[in-house]
């Protein structure tokens, strides 16, 4: 039940399935294989994501309810679309107790809960602590409640009395309400990454998934053709996981949310098609980035901003601060596992900053593990004995502390690397992506092709994308960044006049942002300025989201005041945005074809058919105007559109991409690279899938300042028709007649 591609929507109050429904019908026309939905189990009221479900047992009614879904099955399955749905396994959403049944049953009861064993608890505690309190924590029972302003609390059986002093009534609960600096320390229940509101599922207890799962079986019993599972690597065992979810969807076209490194794969025994496109998405970007543009760049970056740490130190130090600052109460839960070992506490958290990779799956991944190990002891000699007293057992799958080892080192990776080095580390913020290594700058065709053959011969039906609700910034925004690398001189005297004109004491950061005031363009001043203070916060540098500090974020929103009103700098900030913005769509064209096109099953994110500047969510989350999509489809068809603006060579691009991965599924079975001979040959990307040929240029200012494609040719065999523009072409092209219209081609064998 493969999809021949899928279209990612956002569900939410704002977006129900009802207007999702009424999308189908464009989906349709636009080509895409499956309608691909957001998180749909009741999640927090008012929730935009839906990754915090309160009630595994219901379609959430602010996004449409079950009627709602139902109806669009139905849409769905009349126009021949397929759907996906992503489901979130690993979690729950405790911020509202009352919303969740079963953490509010827990909370009540405690350990005789019936849902106790839902919830990855550490009962050897005597409560459940909850980090929900401020500084004036005054309690009051109201309606047989425990109340903290609007927050409220189960009360258990036979604990109060009307007139009971609420302090005394707390003290008697399975809970403890505690002040929220209290959280990273002593939690005592797993949790998402280091978000005390998710609380972490015990999927890998039969009866917890049967009843967790119930829906989503239904769902595949109704003909959902696919399921994305979201953060698998938080869950105790994955593999055992995820061959029970396809003992429960047989058929399903099924994919998980594992962040690979370069040259990772998934376990062998995993029963899924393959990953959501983050292994893909860095394969394509560092396609469109100059690798020859790296020494200047760098000592750009170190003479502007002074910062001469390399990616990986700034890693390290991002690590470093999480298990410090965020997860001290994991470590603390583990480190009483093995109470024998002294400074066990410290080795583990060693050993989670020393991996290389997001988790071990043990017995796979073992020289992870080792290496890990290693590079601890160098680090850290006088952990040698702790490390080595620990090592077994973390060897050993079946021991809990191995368990959680896997567990801690996947959340230290993530915080780690994506939401803390990637906004400290600013050589090249192009490359600073979810999945991505900032370290390689750019992909040489030559590798390009071998990883994509790889992928053809291991995983051909595994997702590939470009932009997602988590990607750091958007696919377009990337492409035009992707040009500064073509133009260092250009960007230098830019970057020059931020730094000169900014009072942000981090000088790093001050260049970050000029990259991002490039990417993005002249966005809506509140969306940048929202944008600095979520990156600045995520950094940690000098301001946290617990502890601002004031006068830092004071000189960040003035420098972004500063590129809107400052004349001579908005001026400069104009003019380099319009020297990148044909070379980028150029760029964005390219990617988005060989996306399209190359080996997987390829992913649109909701909106990007169009020019698009997302940054960070929430940015990305932003309302579509489908309409106006709707309306230049009808227009594209009439006519073949400039590359302009509107965007409408975008959306033309994708539709023609798109129809054809669905209509001509016969032309996308091989891979094969085809190379070009000439002056240019080296900016030109070339692939045959087996009937249907994709040409995309690289490097668009430098194939300028050449001269252009002179007489660089490519060998066809057959006779093709482009699909953008209509015309025939056979034997040997000459590259600049074909690319002529578009700096893309995708060529169908007639």
Not at 709 to 730: H, I, K, Q, V
């Amino acid at each position: 039940m493969t999809p021949s591609s899928t279209y990612r929507l956002q569900i939410s109050r704002d977006f129900p399935l009802a207007e999702a429904t009424d999308l189908l019908d464009y989906l349709t026309e636009l080509g895409a294989g499956a309608v691909y939905l957001s998180p749909l189990l009741r999640s927090t009221t008012g929730s935009r994501h839906g990754y915090d479900t309160v009630d595994v047992t219901r379609v959430d009614p602010d996004r449409g309810g079950e009627v709602a879904l139902e109806a669009l099955f139905a849409a769905a399955e009349q126009r021949g679309l397929d759907v996906v749905i992503d489901i979130v396994p690993n979690h729950l959403g405790i911020d509202v107790p009352a919303e969740n049944p079963a953490w509010w049953d827990v909370l009540q009861h405690g350990r005789e809960s019936r849902y106790a064993d839902w919830f990855d608890i550490d009962w050897s505690r005597p409560r459940i602590l909850l980090p929900v309190l401020g500084d004036d924590a005054v309690l009051s029972v109201e309606e047989g409640e425990l109340r903290y302003y609007e927050h409220r609390f189960p009360l258990a059986p036979g604990t109060w009395s009307p007139g009971d002093d609420p302090a005394e009534v707390h003290a008697r609960q399975h809970y403890e309400l505690a002040h929220h600096s209290r959280g990273n320390s002593e939690l005592s229940y797993r949790r998402f990454f280091a978000v005390t509101s998710l609380a972490g599922v015990r999927v890998e207890d039969e009866r917890v998934f049967a009843a967790t799962h119930a829906l989503v079986r239904q769902w595949v019993e109704r003909g959902v053709a696919g399921l994305r599972v979201d953060h698998p690597d938080g869950l105790v065992d994955p593999g055992e996981y995820l061959r029970r979810l396809r003992a429960l969807a047989p058929e399903a076209w099924i994919t998980v949310e594992k962040i690979l490194e370069p040259g990772e794969s998934l376990p062998a025994d995993w029963p899924v098609e393959g990953t959501t496109g983050y292994d893909a998405m860095r394969e394509v970007n560092g396609l469109f980035v100059d690798p020859d543009a790296e020494q200047e760049l760098t000592e750009l970056y170190v003479r502007l901003t002074g910062d001469e740490r390399d990616v990986a130190e700034h890693i390290e130090m991002g690590k470093r601060m999480v298990v410090t600052d965020l997860l001290p109460a994991e470590i603390r839960r583990m480190a009483a596992l093995a109470p024998d070992v002294t400074d066990a506490g410290a080795a583990i958290a060693e050993v989670a900053v020393a991996f290389a990779v997001y988790r071990s799956y043990l017995p796979d991944g073992a020289a992870d593990l080792d290496h890990a190990l290693a590079l601890a002891r160098r680090r850290r000699p006088a952990l040698a004995e702790a490390l080595d007293t620990l090592s077994p057992r973390l060897h050993d799958g079946d021991d809990e502390l191995a368990r959680r080892m896997q567990q801690l080192s996947g959340a230290t990776m993530a915080k780690g690397i994506e939401d803390t080095a990637y906004y400290r580390y600013a050589r090249f913020v192009a490359l600073n992506e979810v999945g991505s290594d900032p370290s390689t700058f750019g992909i040489a065709p030559a590798e390009f092709h071998e990883t994509t053959r790889r992928r053809q011969a291991e995983q051909p039906q595994s997702m590939t994308g470009l932009s997602t609700h988590d990607t750091k910034r958007g696919e377009d925004v990337r492409a035009r960044l992707a040009v500064l690398a073509e133009i260092p001189g250009a960007w230098a005297t830019f970057a020059e006049h931020v730094l000169t004109t900014s009072t942000v004491p981090n000088r790093a950061f001050a260049y970050f942002l000029a990259q991002t005031l490039v990417g993005a363009g002249p966005i809506e001043r509140d969306r940048m300025h929202a944008y600095a203070e979520k990156a600045m916060r995520e950094a940690s540098d000098r301001t946290t989201y617990t502890a601002v500090d004031q006068a830092y974020e004071t000189a960040v929103h003035a420098l972004v005041d500063a590129a809107y009103d400052e004349p001579q700098l908005r001026t400069a900030w104009d003019d380099l945005v319009a020297a990148v913005r044909g070379p980028g769509w150029s760029n964005a064209l390219g990617q988005k074809l060989v996306q399209l096109t190359m080996p997987g099953v390829p992913d649109v994110y909701q909106g990007t058919e169009l020019w698009d500047d997302s940054l960070v969510d929430p940015d990305n989350r932003r309302p579509v105007d489908y309409a106006r999509r709707r309306s230049l489809l009808a227009e594209v068809q009439q006519t073949h559109p400039a590359v302009d603006e509107s965007g409408a060579a975008k959306l033309w691009v994708t539709a023609q991409a798109l129809r054809a991965r669905r209509d001509r599924a016969e032309a996308f079975t091989t891979y094969e690279p085809l190379l070009a001979s000439g002056p240019a040959a080296d900016h030109l990307v070339a692939y045959d899938r087996g009937g249907a040929v994709t040409l995309a240029t690289r490097l668009p200012v430098a194939l300028a300042a050449a001269g252009g494609w002179l007489d660089t040719s490519l060998a066809l065999t057959g006779t093709y028709t482009d699909d953008l523009t209509g015309r025939e072409f056979s034997g040997p092209v000459q590259v600049g007649e074909v690319l002529d219209r578009y700096p893309v081609a995708l060529l169908l064998r007639s």
